[in-house]
Every structure is written in C-alpha cells, then in structure tokens.
C-alpha cells in the first residue's frame, strides 16, 4: 500500500557544513517535549538532551582546531542496548527499522545506556516540570516521560508517522524530503540530511555513497544509521 | 464582550465543562483584523482537533527578521519552525527561536498593566496616563527609546513623534553595541558609497577573510549568514570555499575557519593592510596608497602573527581562487579608531576588485524604498543620558530593549532614570527597568503580535516580513501600538487628525497595501483584502527576483593608527553568548541549557583563560575569580580556554540578569558592567579597549558543562544560586 513501502529511514550529518551551533539541540528538546533539567543536575551529567555536541580540540594555540560532531541515537542495526534490557523496553521495530523506546514497559535498570557506546541515551532521575502555562506547547504527538524512565532520539517517529498518514490519505508514497526531523529542519547551514535509503534516488542516498562518508564507532559492529561526512580543512 | 476583558479562564468557565473546549485563534481569513477567542462549539473551519495549524509569522529574538512557520494545535502554539519561503532564513532557524514559545508560555511574564510599586490598574487607566503624556509633556520632552527591530512600531512611533514635533525615536540595544553597527555603516560609506550596513555574499566566495565578524552566532542575520556558509563550503560540486578569520580569541565562528589567527587586539586593522599589500606584491601591482604605508613583516611581528601564513593567505586570494570577500565586525572594531580599521578591512574588497575579482558585497535594498530609522549611536546615548540628567526629559516611553541590564553601568543610565518624572516601560517581562518606570503597559510577545519588519540585512531582495498572532494573548497584555494609538485619539485634536489610524491593524494594513501596486512580488491580487490574506499566509512580501546588485568597493586613504587600551593586565573580550545573544530571552530555560557550542558550558557566566595565563596565576578550570576594571567588577568561574590569546581573557554576555524570572534571575553576571569606554569616529562605543585584572578567589564554583563532570563531584561541590550571592556579597564586604 502507498505510503508502507518498505522503508530504512538513515541520517547523513555532512560535518564539513556543521558549525557547531546547537539550534538543532534547541529544536529537538522543544519537539519532543525533553525536559529541561537546571543547572545543578547537569553539573552532574544529568541534563536530557537527546542531541548534543560532542566538542574536540586538537592540537596547541596558536594552532589549536575545534571540531564538533552531532551526537544522538545512532539508530543501530544491531544495538547493543537491545538485548540488555531484561522488559524488551528498547527494541527493534521491523517496519522501520528503528530502534524504539517503549516508556510504559521501561523499568529504569539503565542497563541500556551504560551499553551504549554512543552515551546517546538519557534518564528521568527526577520528574521534571513545566511551570504552568509552560506545559501549553508540549507536543501532544510525544509522550511525557517521568521519574525512573529511559529515553533518546527517536529519528522524530512522530514526524515519520505524520508525513506516512497524509501520504496514505492522498493515496501516494512519501516523497523524499518530506520527513524531516526536528534537528534536520532547523539546521541553520543544511548539514543535517534524513531520507529513506530504500529510495535510490533520495537526497540521504546519493551524499551518504560521499568519499567523505563515516560510520562512528562502526568497527564495535553496531550498523549504524548514522552517516557521517567527514570535515575538510584547507592548510596554509 | 470585550477582549481584553477575557481570559482563558473566562472561556473555560463560559464553556462549562473544559473537554471539548479550547481557545481558537481567528486570524488567516482575509476578513480577520482582531484576534478573537472562540470555543470549538463554533468551530472555525480551518481547525480541526487534532489537526496542526500553522501561521506564518516573523522572528524577533534578534533584529535580523527570519521568517517563521508556527505549529499550533488547538489553539496552541506547539513548535517554530524555519519559513521555507522566507528569502533570510529559508527554513532554518537558530536555537533562539527554537525556544521561542517558552518565552510566549513563560510564566514569569507581566501578566497585566501597574504601576510602580506593582498595583495592578486597568488598561483604560494605563491609556489615559500615555495620553496624558503625549499631551501634557512639551514636545521637546518626550524620548521613544526602542529596540533594535525595525519594526511597523518604530515607523508608527516616528509618525506620532513628528506629528508631536517630538525627537525621533531611539533605537538602541547591547547587541548593536557589541556589533559596532554604525561603525560598518560609517566605513561603507567611505568604500562603497552608502551608509548602511553591507550584506557579504559568503555563499559563492571561495576565500573568506574575516576580522572578528561572528556571524555563525549572533551577527547581523546569523541564520542567513549560516545558511551561506554552507553553499559556501559544500554548495557548489568540487569547489570547496575556504574560511579565515583573524579575532583575539576563537569564537564559534573563528572555530569553523580552516585559519584562525589570533592577531593581537589592535592591530587588526594593520594586518588588512599587510594582506593587501601582500596581495598587491603577489599580483605584481603596485599598492595603493594605505596598503603601501605598511611593511607586512614589521605588522606580523606587531600582531604576533606567522608573516608566512599572510603571504600563503595572499597568494591563495590572489592566485588559486576566483572570488574573495573581507568582512569586519565585532571585536576588533571596538577601538576609537573602529571606523579606520573597518574601512582598512573593507578596502581589502576595493582592492580585489581592481585585481579583477568579482565584488561579493551587496545592500539589501529596503523593503518598498522606505530605508529604516539606523539604530543610535552610543554617542547620541551619551546625549540622551545628559538631557535626562539636566531634567529635559520628561516622558520616556522604552519598548523592546533594557536598559537597565544592557547598558553600560559607566553610562549612568539608571541614576539618569531616576530624574525622569514619567517613565512608561512597555516590557513583556518583569525585567530590570520595570522598578524605575511608573508605568508598566506590558505588550505582547511576538508569537501574539501583528506587525512587519523591513529587512535591513542579509537578504539579497527586498523583504518586509510579516508577523501574525499565532495564538491568542495568553496574558492581558497589550500591543504597544494599539496602546499608543489609543492614547493619541484620547489627546485628539491635530495629533489625531495627523496619525489617522484607528488601531494598529489599520495602520500595518495601510503600509502592506502599499506593496499591492507592485507587480515583481512572490503574489499579486486585485482586492486589498486577497493581498493582506495573502501577505499573512506567506509570512511577509518579497520579490520574486533577487535585486540586489554587487557594490563597487573604493580604496580609500585611511590612517589606520594605533588602538589605545585602559592599563590592566589583560584585554577584555566582551562577547554575545552564541546562544542567549544580549540576555533578553535568558529566562527561555531550554536556552539556558543548550549548551555554548565552544565551552558547553550551561546555565552560567564564564571566563575564558588562555591555559599558560591560568598556569602563570594558578588558576584551573572552574575557580572563581574577580575580574576588576577601571568601571566596575565581577566573579566568574574560570575556563581554561585553548582558543584564547595568553594576554586576553572574554566572557559572555547574556546572563547575570537580577530581574527577568526564575531561570535567569541572580545566575551569572553581566560582563558589560566591566565596560566603559570612549567613542570612535561614528560615535560607537569603544568597548575593546577595556584592560583588567583577574583575581583569584580561593575557591571553586563549578560550572554545568556538557562535556564532562569531573571535578562536580568532591570539593568544588556545585553551588546554589542563592548561596553563591551570598557568599560574593561576603567577599564584596570584606574588600570594603
């Protein structure tokens, strides 16, 4: 049926374009409702960011270079976060080849994360508010987690499955571009790229076939459906 | 019923049970000039529950006007996103406006008028003392100081000045400052002609040169510039641009450069004109005269700057690529001779132009011709604190900017306040100059407001972006328009007759119509209603072709000289946070948490330290330290900073707020309380000159960083915001 073709949904981050400015950080906490932690519980690591930049030096002033590199669920073919966790709460789905988070089944064990080679996943510590009338703009397409409940990226699923309803109500396939996660959309400079790479001839496939084109970590065998394109440095 | 009498309570109540209720927003249908709230027994047609809405509007966390595309659902504003459209930002958006809707559903907004002391008094009180104003005070007397948007408000609030006789508004804010606006304008006066602020075509330039512009974080029109540094680096097949910039200390832009080198504050100037001598020699060209004053090798050692890496930068603008562009701003024109190291930097472009090389610099021309009202100098703010302090002023009306918290202390602008017998804020927030004003007529935010904005920059056409409440005031605040205009049919009589306008609807329509004559826009109907309903679905008008045409660039003679520095041990770079910019949405909390893209430092003020300069003063990250200016001083916590000259430290702007809410209240501090400072040739502030001292405090204050928690755990054990006031006030005491 139009619109339920087989799909593998992948993300091309093009490192080249990234200048490291955290809009995508800011786009995705306010599209899936992540909580805002404070300053204390981040000075102790327990900030929620789903996303987030992971910021290098290299080398010494005056030739000192800062690379960054976006970092989030890297939606793993064969996850090592999957099969540590003792209530199937962060499991693979079939149709889209994602990996899912299920919050009502998740016990808080973290096995998960502490497996997570990426540290993409973030925890519920305590249960986090939204001062009232903040709580208006909670999107009412995403769940809000509580206390004692593991979380990550969910390549914005949400999105995936509205832009697959409206595609089946008009009775065609989802158009490349048409996804678009929360991190994708905002980015300033267009280095974030999401598309199905089923489709040959979408925008994810032909950057991601780049000479520049990485996997991070892939040599652990995590399948990652993250691409990478390497960042390029002009010596004078 | 009237409504501004309504609250969301009201309909709620009004409605009996809230399920199947909710407020509606009416304001896509061409007939629509007044926000309306409806519960969902009259359903409109165009909201269907569960179904997302969106409104086209226009951003106004910074001045620069991106268009924006609002996601609403049942009468509530869900998510922003980019305008896909909208010739500035196509689609994208910075984290500023990401977090916009937690200032729109902030609950730390002023929630209704008062007056001072915060009595609550209702708008028809509010109304009747503007109007009084607008009457009573002497022409001479009354001072508009807004904000840095060139907005409808600013045009309406000349059109009412002039029809009082009154001065002209004011528009200032610590982000032009910090940006040296007028100080560029002034410079492309004497390179290409105009006195305006240029826009560099980065997008196609194989080689950027840029001085200390920051313009992937907070510049002019960041999202557009951003959007353009990526065309530049990957936009076009096999031709990959490539990025230098010359600043003291590495800012987010700075770290993207394929070059970065931290030429020694004041001689940035020099070293354009170094480049271009260089350039000059590699062509085979004799120097024009002000690149022909320099000797490159006696420059580089002055800048303490590799003389191999300019020539190697000079041959490659010459020789390997086709298109350059040299671009200054921020930092480095903050010295009194700004203006010369400006035009220096600009004149590079003259002078590839005259090597045959395409100019990449272009003026955005102004929507429908009408150029905005340039933003103030520091200098006319100078003269604005003098009449106050010699009681000429006698009504101050400030809208869209605080002056309290963003102006420099040395200014005396709140002891000026003080002598102003009527102060009427505007402020949608509580923030630090509600306390001084007497009344407080709180406006919306802009996800609440209509209006537009002529693009002043960053656009390669003309665009006037267009704004629309995308829900309904979710507070019982009021737009300043309507407030004014209000007033002015109170005073009645000639003023009335001269700013005709019924309410500020009426007047955004009059200038839209305008553009209806015009048949080059993305849209064109016969009927003004058809053109305003289609002014508000696609967020503004613009030109369906791109108008801008590249400027020629002059060489002109210019004296650089040399920068004169305050004595301290170090300089002083004053910087906008890359994500809370000036500090006026420091209380939007996903603002304070995403995390400065350089440090990763959250939800604090830092100090940057070159790792040497901390080694040399025993110094280690997180160490709280007093930093002492001739002005003013404050504590920080230190960050050893391996992007940062060894003789220069810089800070932050936009925390240290002592007003605005909960998330921003009491939590760092405000580097501009440091500054103080001359003036340079166009009146701007000369804030880099400032020098200071670093004392160290003997213990630890650590900062939420995102990069790791090492040291969080043990003796530097995290502080609360109210324990560290007090421990500060303490050390402030013992000093004394």
Not at chain 1, 113 to 118: D, E, F, L, S
Not at chain 2, 7 to 33: E, H, Q, W
Not at chain 2, 513 to 527: L, P, S, T, V, W
Not at chain 2, 706 to 725: A, I, L, M, S
């Amino acid at each position: 049926m139009a619109g339920e073709e087989h799909t593998k949904w992948v993300m091309v981050i093009d490192l080249d374009r990234c200048t490291g400015c955290n809009a995508c950080v800011t786009a995705c906490a306010m599209e899936n409702n992540v909580a805002f932690a404070g300053e204390e519980e981040n000075a102790y690591g327990r900030g929620m960011h789903w996303i987030r930049l992971v910021r290098y030096w290299e080398g010494e002033y005056p030739e000192v270079q800062m690379r960054t590199m976006p970092m989030m669920c890297q939606q793993c073919s064969n996850a090592p976060c999957e099969p540590v966790c003792p209530v199937f709460a962060t499991l693979h789905s079939e149709a889209e080849e994602l990996n899912i988070q299920v919050y009502n089944r998740c016990i808080g064990t973290r096995y998960c994360a502490n497996n997570c080679p990426y540290i993409a996943r973030t925890f519920n510590w305590f249960d986090y508010e939204w001062p009232e009338p903040m709580n208006y703009y909670l999107n009412p397409d995403v769940t809000v987690r509580r206390r004692g409940i593991m979380e990550k990226c969910t390549f914005c699923i949400q999105r995936i499955r509205r832009a697959q309803e409206e595609a089946r109500l008009e009775g065609r396939p989802v158009r490349d571009g048409e996804v678009q996660p929360a991190c994708a959309q905002a980015c300033p400079t267009d280095a974030i790229v999401f598309g199905n790479w089923q489709d040959p001839h979408s925008k994810v496939r032909q950057l991601a076939e780049s000479q520049r084109g990485f996997k991070f970590l892939e040599e652990l065998g995590t399948e990652p459906k993250v691409i990478y394109l390497s960042s390029q440095r002009h010596e004078f | 019923m009237s409504r501004e009498g309504l609250t969301r309570r009201d309909v709620l109540k009004l409605a009996g049970v809230g399920g199947a209720v909710a407020a509606v927003l009416s304001g896509c249908g061409p007939m629509a000039k007044y926000v309306r709230r409806r519960p969902y027994v009259e359903q409109p047609e165009y909201a269907l529950p569960g179904k997302s809405v969106y409104f086209a509007t226009t951003c106004r966390e910074c001045p620069a006007g991106c268009g924006l595309v609002v996601r609403t659902v049942e009468g509530r504003a869900i998510k922003v996103e980019g305008n896909p459209n909208h010739p500035l930002n196509r689609g994208s958006t910075c984290a500023r406006a990401q977090a916009a809707l937690q200032g729109l559903y902030n609950p730390d907004r002023a929630r209704g008028p008062k007056v001072r002391g915060g009595k609550a008094i209702t708008w028809e009180e509010g109304i009747d003392a503007v109007a009084r104003a607008l009457q009573d005070t002497p022409p001479e007397g009354i001072v508009f100081l807004l904000g840095l948007a060139p907005d409808h408000l600013a045009e309406l609030v000349y059109e009412i000045t002039q029809a009082l006789g009154a001065p002209p508004p004011i528009r200032f804010g610590a982000l032009a400052m910090v940006e040296a606006r007028q100080t560029l304008a002034a410079a492309a006066e004497a390179v290409f002609g105009q006195k305006a602020v240029p826009t560099f075509d980065i997008a196609k330039a194989d080689l950027v040169i840029s001085f200390g512009a920051n313009f992937l974080e907070t510049w002019l029109s960041p999202v557009a510039y951003a959007k353009a540094y990526g065309a530049m680096r990957q936009g076009h097949p096999g031709r990959r641009g490539v990025f230098v910039q010359i600043e003291p200390r590495m800012s987010m832009t700075g770290a993207n450069a394929d070059l970065w080198l931290p030429a020694k504050p004041g001689t940035e100037g020099l070293v354009a004109l170094a480049l271009g001598r260089l350039m000059a020699e590699v062509a085979g060209v004799e120097a024009p005269e002000p690149f022909a004053q320099v000797d490159p090798a006696q420059v580089a050692q002055a800048a303490e700057v590799p003389l191999e890496k300019l020539e190697k930068v000079a041959r490659y603008a010459v020789q390997d690529v086709e298109r350059v562009v040299a671009l200054p701003g921020g930092v480095v024109l903050g010295y009194e001779n700004g203006v010369e190291v400006a035009q220096a930097i600009l004149a590079l472009n003259g002078l590839l132009e005259r090597l045959g090389k395409p100019s990449l610099v272009y003026f955005t021309p102004p929507a429908g011709g009408r150029e905005p009202l340039a933003p103030a100098t520091y200098k006319e703010l100078m003269d604005l604190v003098d009449r106050m302090n010699a009681g000429q002023v006698k009504a101050l009306f400030i809208h869209g900017v605080n002056p309290v918290y963003e102006f420099p202390k040395v200014l005396g602008f709140e002891e000026a306040l003080l002598k102003v017998p009527l102060v009427i804020s505007f402020a949608s927030f509580d923030d630090e100059t509600v306390p001084y004003a007497h009344y407080h007529l709180p406006d919306h935010t802009f996800l609440e407001s209509w209006g537009y904005q002529r693009v002043q920059v960053g656009a390669d056409r003309e665009v006037l972006s267009g704004f629309q409440p995308v829900v309904v005031p979710v507070f019982d605040t009021r737009a300043t328009a309507d407030v004014l205009l209000a007033a002015v049919q109170k005073v009645g009589g000639a003023l009335a007759e001269q700013v005709p306008y019924k309410n500020e609807v009426e007047f955004i329509q009059k200038q839209v119509a305008e553009f209806q004559k015009r048949n080059d826009g993305i849209y064109q109907a016969a009927h003004p209603k058809v053109f305003w309903a289609l002014f508000l679905q696609h967020g503004g008008w613009w030109t369906q072709e791109a108008t801008a045409t590249p400027a020629q660039a002059q060489v002109p003679t210019v004296q650089v000289g040399e920068a004169k520095f305050d004595r301290g041990e170090l300089h002083l770079v004053v910087f906008p946070h890359p994500i809370l910019a000036d500090g006026a949405s420091a209380n939007n909390p996903w603002l304070q948490e995403t995390p400065d893209p350089t440090t990763t430092v959250m939800w604090n003020t830092w100090v940057e330290v070159h790792p040497e300069t901390a080694a040399q003063m025993g110094l280690e990250n997180d160490d709280l330290v007093l930093i002492d200016s001739p002005y003013g001083a404050i504590f920080a916590s230190v960050y050893v900073y391996p992007g940062i000259r060894p003789d220069t430290i810089a800070i932050p702007m936009g925390q240290g707020h002592t007003a605005l809410g909960r998330w921003a209240k009491n939590r760092g501090a405000n580097p501009i309380d440091l500054l103080g400072f001359g003036v340079n040739g166009a009146g701007d502030a000369a804030f880099g000159q400032v020098r200071v001292t670093v004392r160290k405090m003997g213990r630890r204050q650590v900062l939420a960083r995102k990069e790791n928690t090492v040291g969080v755990y043990g003796d530097g054990r995290y502080q609360p915001v109210d324990k560290r006031k007090e421990e500060e006030e303490k050390v402030t005491s013992t000093q004394e």
